[in-house]
Each structure stands twice: as C-alpha cells, then as structure tokens.
C-alpha cells in the first residue's frame, strides 16, 4: 500500500513538470511549452492583455494573463492538487538561483515570496475531491490588483457611508 502511494506520488510529480510555465514568457513560449491554446478568456483585469490563454496538459489547467506579451499571472488548476506538485511548480516557477520563502497561512491559502521578491504564490488547496489552485504573480500584477480590488471596496465601503452621512436624521 505504502508503495503504491509512493508510485502515485511520483508520478503525480513527474506530470507536474510538464506543466511548469514562467512569469515573462511569450504567448509562442507557452504554445511551445504546452501545446495549442485550448480557451481564451477575457483578462481578469483591464491593465492585462485584454485575452488570457488556457492551456491543458498533464491533467493541470494553466490560465496565463499577459501584460505587453509577457506572462504577469499564472494559474494552475487541478483537482486535488497536492503540495508534491505545488512544490514540483514552484521550484519551476524559481528564478536562476532564487527560492522561495516558508508557506505563511491565512485562511487555508498559503503565500509564498520569492527571494528576489519579484514574485508571490498562493496555494488553495480547496477541499478533498475540489479544485486545487495555485496562483503565482509578479509584484506589477499584484499592485494593479490591489489598485483595482481597493477602488471596488471603497466603492463598497466609502460611497455608502458618504450618501448614509448626507441624510438628516430628525430627532438627534
């Protein structure tokens, strides 16, 4: 039995490697890489390239947003996507003789920086039988992520608590 979970591991990692991608790679590196675009999307948001790409191979769907050409965001799609083949892409994903930091978790989603920290990774797990995504990013990504993430909860937050201040309240 123990042998067989060892045989699954490691062949669960050999696939991995066949679909490791990298921040600033080309749309022809990534065809290259993995084959043919099997989808495009619209980019998650407006400072990407206005498509995303999606890949398939060894079982893993990889979602790239580009920004000028270059790879920005990558996502990794799996079900049941085990920490063997997340460590297997992050060790892809490592600049020439760069790391990655220890796992920091909040709410069940592990963040990783880079060394050169240039790059973050987040790990959803998801639960047993869910989809498992890992999320690896540049800085430039992330900072127009928050910009538009921080504009869309003011808008949430602020605006109510602006238009709630302007009305009168008789009797106080």
Do not use: H
């Not at 997340?86 to 490592?94: F, G, P, Q, R, S």
């Not at 538009?148 to 109510?160: D, F």
């Amino acid at each position: 039995m123990k042998r067989t979970l060892l045989l699954l591991a490691i062949t669960l990692v050999g696939y991995t490697n066949q679909a490791e991608a990298r921040l600033g790679e080309t749309v022809p590196q990534c065809i290259e890489r993995y084959g043919p675009v099997v989808e495009k999307r619209p980019a998650r948001i407006d400072k990407s390239d206005p498509e995303s790409c999606v890949f398939s191979r060894a079982g893993i769907s990889i979602i790239i947003e580009y920004r000028a050409g270059l790879a920005w965001n990558i996502r990794y799609r799996t079900i049941d996507l085990i920490l063997a083949q997340v460590n297997e892409l992050l060790k892809a994903n490592m600049t020439e003789g760069g790391g990655w930091s220890g796992a920091y978790e909040v709410a069940g989603v592990q963040y990783r920086l880079s060394t050169d920290r240039r790059s973050v990774a987040a790990y959803d797990p998801g639960k047993r039988g869910d989809l498992g995504i890992l999320e690896i990013s540049s800085r430039e990504f992330n900072k127009a992520w928050r910009e538009i993430y921080g504009a869309k909860l003011n808008n949430v937050i602020l605006e109510p608590a602006q238009k709630a201040g302007t009305k009168e309240l008789k009797g106080f």
